[in-house]
């Protein structure tokens, strides 16, 4: 079945980097779309990017852009969300979910918190 | 940027009660509008694609339907496992938004 496990989340300095990935299985993962989507803990959905398929095309949130880069490894089914230049306002629960106009599948997010 | 803003903000409702949830579209989106619903220490789970289209496995009791600029889900007879969160989300363009989420619980 579909599995998604997101790791690399813990506590940064403001100001520095993390690299997030998604380790997906059970599924051909080089012919979907993917996305970052966080969630502050207790507070709503925010989407955070997108990669397409062949990772050609990105799409970044205003609020991450520029900082954020979304990236794949098709060869090894992996997604990758490199953070950097964290804020305070980035801590939040960052979940992949896998593309079909909605999304899908959903990893159990792994949690970033930005903290001095 | 898309804004969906959902109605109401949260729902206290009665096992086997209907429950209707709105999301109106800053702009039209056509049909490219989804719905999730997420429980406490839970990822979001897709519910509905393409405003009216049931994913799989979802019981028939959730519906969806709307196209342009509103949407509604609707819960047939309120289970007691259908306390949750609901939020829309929209796919007709960048950057993708989410509704800020409807919180159903049970009387």
């Known amino acids: 079945q579909v599995q998604l496990v997101e790791s690399g989340g813990g506590v940064v300095q403001p100001g520095r980097s993390l690299r997030l990935s998604c380790q997906a299985s059970g599924f051909n993962f080089r012919t979907y779309a993917m996305h970052w989507v966080r969630q502050i803990p207790g507070k709503g959905l925010e989407w955070v990017a997108v990669?397409?398929?062949?990772?050609?095309?990105?799409f970044y949130a205003d609020s991450v852009k520029g900082r954020f880069i979304i990236s794949r490894d098709n060869s090894n089914n992996t997604l990758f969300l490199q953070l950097n230049s964290l804020k305070t306002d980035d801590t939040a629960l960052y979940y992949c979910?896998?593309?079909?106009?909605?999304?899908?599948?959903w990893g159990q997010g792994t949690l970033v918190t930005v903290s001095a | 940027e898309i804004v969906l803003t959902q109605s109401p903000d949260s729902q206290s409702v009665t096992p086997k009660e209907r429950v209707t949830i709105t999301c109106r579209a800053s702009?039209?989106?056509?049909?490219?509008l989804h719905w999730y619903q997420q429980k406490p220490g839970q990822s979001p789970k897709l519910l509905i694609k393409?405003?009216?289209q049931s994913f799989s496995g979802v019981p028939s009791r959730f519906s969806g339907r709307g196209s342009g600029t509103d949407f509604t889900l609707t819960i047939n007879s309120l289970e007691v496992e259908d306390a949750a969160t609901y939020y829309c989300?929209?796919?007709?363009?960048?950057?993708?938004?989410f509704g800020q989420g409807t919180t159903v619980e049970i009387k």
């Open positions: 990669i397409t398929f062949d990772g050609d095309n990105k």
């Open positions: 989300h929209q796919s007709d363009s960048f950057p993708r938004t």
């Open positions: 979910a896998r593309d079909l106009g909605g999304a899908d599948h």
């Open positions: 393409y405003a009216s």
């Open positions: 702009q039209s989106i056509g049909r490219s």
